[in-house]
């Protein structure tokens, strides 16, 4: 079966401070591999994503994420964070013509 | 291009009613899917559709659901006799194909609230 989990269903972070949000995916077959984030009271919006190629994926907004085949994770990370990133960030897996969602991450800035 | 239009954006139900939420796809996209998440949860999948044809409902509810997307105008999700368990928000998505470099683009959601 394809999954994808996210250990942390909160994080809170001082603003300016660097932040790491883990997922872990499980998958026997080629893996496509997405972070989502949703604002307060919007819908998704596409961060950035993994389909074949270098492991270190750039998306907007200033994150980053790298694909680790042998620890089979995506962890999402930005140097620095801002208020404005406050919201709730998707780890998504394709497969079966699908996406299938993380539970998801609550990412709070503390100012 | 107007992106994935949702509508109405909120919407409020008696129990025993209907609701019908209505999504739009990106122009020239023929792949449509919809989503429920739950309060405090994440994203899961419902139905995954193209013109006329439903082509995965593994996520949907076996009674009360239904979904289409026909040939002319939006996708349709129904729930019918709806209960108060039907709270959520619904979110459509689109992509002109599959494959994961093929981006799905979502819409804001319908939030329905069944009183």
């Known amino acids: 079966a394809q999954s994808v989990t996210q250990l942390d269903s909160q994080v809170p972070v001082f603003e300016e401070a660097p932040v790491e949000l883990r997922c872990n995916y499980s998958?026997?077959?080629?893996?496509?591999l997405f972070w989502y984030v949703q604002y307060p009271n919007q819908g998704l919006q596409l961060l950035l994503k993994y389909l074949s190629g270098s492991t270190l994926v750039k998306g907007i907004n200033g994150f980053e994420a790298e694909f680790n085949k042998s620890q089979t994770s995506f962890h999402l990370r930005k140097p620095s964070v801002h208020i404005s990133d406050t919201a709730e960030y998707f780890c998504?897996?394709?497969?079966?013509?699908?996406?299938?969602f993380g539970t998801g991450t609550r990412l709070t800035i503390i100012p | 291009n107007a992106g994935v239009m949702q509508n109405p954006r909120h919407l409020v139900r008696r129990r025993g009613q209907e609701a019908r939420l209505r999504c739009s796809p990106m122009?020239?996209?023929?792949?449509v899917y919809w989503y429920r998440q739950l309060p405090e949860e994440g994203l899961k999948f419902m139905v995954y559709?193209?013109?006329?044809?439903?082509?995965?409902e593994s996520g949907m509810p076996k009674e009360r659901f239904s979904a289409e997307f026909p040939k002319e105008g939006p996708s349709i999700l129904r729930i019918q006799q709806v209960v108060r368990g039907d709270s959520a928000a619904y979110f459509c998505?689109?992509?002109?194909?599959?494959?994961?470099?093929?981006?799905?683009?979502f819409g804001q959601g319908t939030r329905l609230t069944v009183v």
């Open positions: 998958s026997s077959v080629s893996v496509y």
């Open positions: 122009k020239g996209h023929s792949h």
């Open positions: 998505a689109s992509s002109p194909g599959t494959g994961g470099n093929t981006e799905a683009f």
């Open positions: 559709l193209q013109k006329e044809n439903i082509i995965d």
């Open positions: 998504v897996f394709f497969g079966n013509e699908k996406l299938t």
